[in-house]
């Protein structure tokens, strides 16, 4: 059985735990015709993997204690040619990507996870923290007629800096020791997609659009990513909280309504649009 | 004595002893892993085990400005581009290299491209309080500090120019200010021998001002001057005259007097000193406007396109051969500052 290894790397609040309770549920239910295909349970324990699509499957947010650990998850697939295959994603917190970015620090079994294999990069794309300047937001408030308020400057803090420096940041940090394994296979995810897919772009567009430093240094080359880039939306919509004082929303139960849970899936990218969360991931160990 | 409170988890991952936060976002009444310790399996390690312990997080790299060494070795590996800001005080070398960097955050420039940054974390920390998250009504630039040169970092990408490194070297404006006076602590300055452009900074608000206005010239003639007395010149070595705050200019009815102003200058700059450079080129930048009459990083691509000119030329592709034998590192002393 071949071995093969995709850390899944993002920003807090990216998306990283929807897609792997999407994925799991999308292999395990084949209930659609996937490039990759659910081989067996045998040798793994599957119980966050379980747990997290229940969740998923109930359109229901996950919960933070869930998304805020370091976790190593494997899947026994098999691929259209017969070959099996498992498949291990260190899902890294978004915490410590934090702490790599903030404090230039990376503990030691996150550098282990973050050095293995090829790369799954999350993006929410709808919550892009985009650079503003104080003459452009200064001009507006005037032309709305709005006063500035003075006395309130907010000394500088790594976490201040735009979602595309922190990223840019990342990748370059892959390529340099100590988390340097050499040229590696890069997917770059935006996630909900279903939020942005009304502004009628790509995923590359959006890329130059909304992370245009971040598309100039892929496109440059100059780490030697090899890379492509997908929308996805892995739920379908916004899902209801845990907290049972919340309302539940319509729009989470028209998503529960679907006879099949597996079209909540929306996977846009390489020219075609589909439900099958594990495209890139053949992509990836092409 | 009374203890001291500690804070303890036993989840591994969680820092909440040293940033006082769980790491899974919880209150800390509400973190079932607070309050409790990691359970001690076996006898403990003896003293001299306990030293041999590596320590539990992986130093990155800073993301600060460079060193001189560390700046060398960005020369020694491929092709470089090092750029010498010098002005005095408060005359706009932080806003320029800040403006820069920013102008990259929408797209490319004049046809070049991010490429990659070792400075990431000081160009961000410059431009913050030109940035709307520093909730501040006016544009500011903290000024650089006295303390010897160091040197921001980018590598820029364009169909003619393969990979380049660029380094913008940042240094005091009050140790700039000084080279007029004392020529020989110039050697001291390893960026200005080292540089393959000088850019002098010409602050347009101090022209603008009719006390300061001949003093500024003045200031311009003499740092030229010490240059070439004190030996830190080269023969080649390209100068851009950069006048700044252009929008501060172009709000005033002075703006024709200034202008007017630099040209009697860069005529004086290039009479005085035009056996001694390559060339020298005037430019007119507005690198963080405090208004929307000049558009924010005015000038900055030409001025960028300046610097670049030459090695657009001399690169034809990709993969060139490092010019090893004609890197400015060959003329670079390595200091650690």
Redesign the interface.
Known sequence: MEERSIAICGLPGSGKTTFLAALWHLVTSREIDTALRFDSLRNGDASHLNAIAARWRNAMVQD??TM???RLVSMRLVNTAGTRVRLTFPDV?G??FR??WEE?????TV?DMLRSGEVLLFVHADTIQA?????????LVRQLGLT???G???T?H?K???T??QL??LL??LR?P??DIGPRRLAVILSAWDKVIAEGMLPEELL?VKL??LK??L?????GWVWTAYGLSAQGGDYDRLDPNTPLSSEAQAIRELDSASTRIRLVGNGRESHDLTEPLVWLLE | MPEEAIFRCD?P?C?VEETGKC????ALTECPHFGRTSPVIGEPPRVDEREDI?E????????DRLTTSAAASVLRAGDAHLAAILGPTDSGKTSLIASLY?L?????VEGL??????T??AF??A?????????????SIDRTRIGGVAFYHL?L?GINLG?LNLLLADRAGEEYRTLADEPSIGAGFVELTRADTLNVLVDGARLLDSGARHNVRSEVVMTLQALIDGNMAKPGQRVALVLTKFDAIAESPLQKRVESDFNALLLSVRRLFGNSYGTVEPFQTAA?????AVK?GFGVAALLRFWLNQRLAQIPSLNAAPPASKRAIGRLTVLDI
């Open positions: 933070r204690t805020g650990a370091n917190s915490e410590a702490q790599i230039r620090d990376c503990d030691v550098a650079p503003r300047w104080v003459v452009e937001d200064t001009s500035t308020v003075e309130e400057e907010v500088w790594p201040l800096a735009p595309q420096v840019v940041d370059q940090l340099k100590p988390l130059e245009p430093l100039q240094y496109n440059q080359q100059s780490d | 989840n991952d820092r790491v899974e976002g919880l590596p539990r997080g992986l130093r990155l790299p800073s993301g920013d990259f955050q929408e797209g490319s491209s991010f490429a990659g940054s070792r990431l974390h961000e920390q431009c913050h309080d030109a940035r709307a998250a520093s909730r501040r009504v006016e544009p590598v990408g990979l963080s406007p405090k208004s929307m924010r």
